[in-house]
């Protein structure tokens, strides 16, 4: 094996184990707060460390820096997580109300509610990234989640492509969501996020120079 092989190999043994070490603290703060209060800014801390890896903008101890982001969006986290989860809710009640009935009305109710669905999914796909890129409250961050999604279709498909292989792949594969399933989906969505907002925010600057 010559040295570029094993640097190849070295390099994807250590990703493996920073995804693999993210995940087993997304676990571990997630329970620190009884899941219920914990999961939400846990995830949050996962999406900002992996943005800093993409960023190359690396802390030297990843405990350090998850502790920090967890604890920073604590709250912020929690309120838009649950946000979330109350609107799903009632949007999923409202599904399983109208569809078993066939009126006219109804079929028009229906369309609106794909569409609700539809424009959630894209939310959901970008709230995090949003939340640890850009400054903002919680009505901004979903609005600049609904924004991005729908200005960035390409990125938007992909992030939800690369969940839906890592989801395939822990479920074939059921050892690998210890280690891998949040922080390799969480990675994917944050990468194709990621370029989403260097395209818009290069399309900004070049709109303001023009201007």
Known sequence: MDGTAFGGFYMACV???RFAFLNVLWLLFSL???VIGGIFPATAALFAVERSWIRKEESPSLIRQ???EYRAQFVKANMLGYLMVLFGGLLWVNVKLM???DYLVI??????LLGLFFLFVIVLLYLFPVMVHFKGGILDCVKNALFVGLSS???TVMSGLGILVVTYSCYKIPGLSVFFYVS???FLSMWFSHCAFLR?????KAGGLDG
């Open 107 to 112: 079929g028009v109710l229906k369309v609106l």
């Open 15 to 17: 990703w493996f184990a």
């Open 184 to 186: 390799g989906a969480g």
């Open 153 to 155: 279709p390409l990125m």
């Open 99 to 101: 569809f078993p009935l």
């Open 32 to 34: 620190a707060g009884l």
């Open 66 to 68: 998850f502790w920090r």
């Open 200 to 204: 818009l925010e290069g399309k900004a």
